[in-house]
Structure formats: structure tokens, C-alpha cells
């Protein structure tokens, strides 16, 4: 058994992000560009209990990253 499982093993995808996922944009205000956003998708598991070998992990989420330049 792996010391931390794969966080793409029976992954459910997040169906309300995907309009934005890997996604980037210019906002602007009133036509003058204020700010660059990329919108990076991830996934991540969660440690629950144990220890060593006897690790239990959570099922895998996705989570927003949110870049601004």
C-alpha cells in the first residue's frame, strides 16, 4: 500500500467549476485592464487517521487556486 494514494484515484470532478477550470482573464474597469486571473484547479486527499501503514485517507476534492498578477 502506498505511504499517500494517488489524489486522481476515484476522483469526482466538480461539476460547478468547470466553466473556470485552467481558465484566465483580463479585468478591467472601464475599459482600462486592472488585473490578470488564472484560475488553476487542483486536487488534494486528506490524512484522517493512523499512522505508517495503517494510514486512512479522505476521498479526493477538487480546490481552486487563484492566480492575480
Known sequence: MPWR???????????RIDP????????SDNGE????????????RRLVAGRL?????SEPQEFVILHML
Open 53 to 57: 501503514w495503517w494510514r486512512r485517507w
Open 5 to 15: 494514494p494517488s489524489d486522481f484515484d476515484g476522483a469526482v470532478v466538480d461539476h
Open 20 to 27: 473556470y477550470r485552467d481558465r484566465g482573464a483580463v479585468v
Open 33 to 44: 485592464p486592472v488585473m490578470r486571473v488564472f484560475v488553476q484547479v487542483a486536487r488534494e
